[in-house]
């Protein structure tokens, strides 16, 4: 399913050839990328780790998430990382954070968000209704 930016990622079962080519097909146009988890970047020595993170991947977060397990537990760990989160991902991406030893310290809508929210302004519980529009997540060590 692609992203706002039209673009899609998917791998091993995930991306069976003839589904690759369908959604090429579909978009009238294909781009094949190698992509890599910022935990093995870091492994080979190509990233160092970095201090702040900011994601914003068209609704995979929770698959980048996993790839930097690794470097969100360790004693390098980013000092802040703030994700964009899809419409009702906010709370799995904020137990995994949790997970990682991080705590929420901000929820800001995106400029798309912020048009959503204005429709439930109001709301009787106004974070429960930003969890259910695209979002930023700003998380930092507990």
Known sequence: QT????????????????????????????????????????????????????????????????????????????????VECAPDDGEDIARVMDGCGYRLVQRHATMAGNTQLARVAGAADEQAAMLRIAHNAVFEPA
């Open 3 to 82: 992203g706002s930016s039209h673009s899609q990622l998917a791998g091993g079962a995930d991306a069976p050839v003839g589904a690759v080519q369908a959604a090429a097909r579909a978009s009238g146009s294909s781009e094949l990328k190698v992509a890599h988890s910022v935990d093995s970047l870091i492994a080979q020595g190509a990233l160092r780790a970095p201090d702040v993170v900011k994601i914003d991947v068209d609704g995979i977060a929770l698959s980048i998430l996993a790839g930097m397990r690794g470097l969100l537990t360790s004693a390098a760990k980013p000092r802040s990382v703030q």
